[in-house]
């Protein structure tokens, strides 16, 4: 049995999340980086957390992904 | 993929996001994620002497590392022993002396930017071991093995305290120490490594 789209959202979101490291390391951090970074630190933080209702939780890793597509691109 | 390895890695791919979490900002993150830790355990004579529960400090230590490098395979090092300071698989045989100094500036030759020293006594040389701390100039955390008022806890407390590390007295005596000590290890390493 598959276990859904979630893992792989949550596994592309640390693919991003790789990938912003990558970039910060090449390209040093400004301050719009760092703010742009401490909401998607929120974002995520609710897509995470185990109080989350599962709609809420979808949302949330959508908007997270979207934030860290940003920050990377 | 079979399921149970799908949901392993699901669970790797959480903690990861879970532990970048903790970082208060990109900066952080970014210093985390190039740390490139090593692991330097002591085999000096004195980690063949016996623990309460049987066996001895080196079976107990054998232990940890095992259970550790199952999620995190971060690379360790041995000093003491025959070899002096080597990288090992397998954690050699206690005997000998404790060429602290020697397994730190190991740690600088291999390009480690972060060493965990796990030792049950006094180096050979602190001033050498002090020195070599200089050298390495990243942070060194410790874990000493033994009571907590001794010179051994002593020096490791100001080893750490000279580096920006971590001191901690552990007790590998029974299966909750070596457990506990497994997860403290693990509470330094770096996200990349899992």
């Known amino acids: ?73 | 993929m079979t399921q149970e390895m799908a949901t392993s890695a699901a669970a790797v791919v959480k903690t990861q996001l879970e532990r970048s979490l903790e970082k208060r900002s990109l900066s952080d993150l970014v210093k985390a994620r190039k740390q490139r830790s090593l692991l330097l355990v002591d085999i000096s004579g004195s980690m063949g002497q016996p623990i309460r529960t049987g066996g001895r400090k080196v079976d107990a230590l054998r232990k940890v590392v095992t259970a550790l490098r199952e999620t995190h395979p971060v690379p360790v090092a041995s000093f003491g022993g025959g070899a002096e300071v080597t990288l090992v698989d397998t954690i050699p045989e206690p005997a000998g002396c404790t060429p602290l100094h020697k397994a730190i500036d190991f740690g600088t030759t291999k390009g480690a930017t972060h060493l965990v020293v796990v030792t049950d006594g006094q180096p050979d040389s602190r001033s050498y071991a002090f020195d070599a701390a200089t050298r390495f100039g990243g942070k060194i955390d410790c874990f000493y093995i033994g009571d907590g008022d001794d010179g051994g806890a002593e020096f490791c407390a100001e080893l750490a305290q000279r580096t920006g590390g971590q001191a901690n007295v552990t007790d590998i005596g029974d299966e909750a120490g070596q457990r506990s000590l497994t997860r403290g290890i693990i509470g330094l390493l770096p996200e990349a490594v899992l």
Do not use: W
Not at chain 1, 9 to 19: N, R, S
Not at chain 1, 27 to 33: D, R, W
Not at chain 1, 38 to 45: D, E, P
């Open chain 1, 1 to 73: 049995m598959a276990l859904g789209s979630g893992p792989m959202l949550l596994q592309a979101l640390a693919t991003l999340e790789d990938a912003l490291v990558a970039k910060a390391d090449e390209g040093g951090v400004n301050q719009e980086l760092e703010r742009h970074f401490a909401r998607y630190q929120k974002i995520k933080a609710l897509a995470l957390h185990p109080a989350t209702g599962d709609n809420e939780r979808k949302a949330a890793l959508r908007q997270a992904l979207c934030e860290a597509i940003r920050m990377v691109v």
